[in-house]
């Protein structure tokens, strides 16, 4: 019975240290996140139209192109014009929203 607690004991001390040691106390320098590098881009507008030649052009210096805008319809000035008889007709003037292509590349 002796030998049985002796065991029993001996074994409870040894997991005891090899959770201590696996735990253990933390460095200083372990509590500190190590900084993420993030990467560094700069970043291009173009408002005009571009071509095929002209985007891969730019794609051959390293622009990446993020989004493509315009091209939009509006209504630039809008005109209600009597008829008669307590009509009007409307006389709008509808234009497109110019292209404005955003590019990216690694600084």
């Known amino acids: 019975m002796r030998r049985r607690v002796t065991v029993v004991f001996a074994g409870a001390i040894i997991t005891s240290l090899a959770l201590a040691v696996a735990i253990g106390p933390r460095s200083a320098g372990q509590d500190t996140p190590k900084p993420v590098l993030r990467p560094k881009w ?3 507008l173009v ?5 095929e030649k002209q985007l891969n052009a730019l794609g051959d210096e390293g622009w990446e192109l993020v989004s493509a805008t ?3 319809p509006y209504i630039a000035s809008a ?3 009597p008829q008669g008889g307590g009509q009007t007709k409307a006389n709008n003037t509808i234009e497109y929203a110019k292209p404005v292509y955003h590019f990216k590349r690694l600084k």
Do not use: I, P, S
């Open 47 to 51: 408002e005009q139209k571009l071509d």
């Open 79 to 81: 005109q209600h014009v």
């Open 70 to 72: 315009g091209g939009q």
């Open 42 to 44: 700069e970043y291009k």
